[in-house]
């Protein structure tokens, strides 16, 4: 069984900074794309950034140029690093990694951790 687990939300001002986390468990054979998402109340999940096992990037374009993923492929985790935060960042923030369990396993499958609450306000 795999699990995720998030840490780094919190609240923080307009233009300040934040480090998420997001760190993978259990039967895991290898681990293809990983990725950030978020929802705000009201509104659909949306892709924040992603990263591929070889460090291929992809981001949102509202947060080009503001927002940093990268992994440890050791460690089996995924961070996003959050500079120059906007009001319009506020959201529940979910990583997801797209994992093959095991050897015996032909099909990766998408894990998500739980979410971690993001406000930036003043």
């Known amino acids: 069984q795999v699990q995720l687990v998030e840490s780094g939300g919190g609240l923080v001002q307009p233009g300040g900074s934040l480090r998420l986390s997001c760190a993978a468990s259990?039967?895991?054979?290898?681990?293809?794309?990983m990725g950030w998402y978020r929802q705000a109340p009201g509104k659909q999940r949306e892709l924040v950034a992603s990263?591929?096992?070889?460090?291929?990037?992809n981001y949102a374009d509202s947060v080009k140029g503001r927002f940093t993923v990268s992994r440890d492929n050791a460690k089996n985790t995924v961070y996003l690093q959050m500079n120059s935060l906007k009001p319009e960042d506020t959201a529940v923030y979910y990583c997801?990694?797209?994992?093959?369990?095991?050897?015996?396993?032909?099909?990766?499958?998408?894990?998500w951790g739980q979410g971690t609450q993001v406000t930036v306000s003043s």
């Open positions: 997801k990694q797209v994992i093959r369990p095991s050897s015996s396993h032909l099909y990766y499958t998408d894990y």
């Open positions: 259990g039967s895991i054979f290898d681990i293809n794309v």
């Open positions: 990263i591929t096992h070889g460090g291929n990037t």
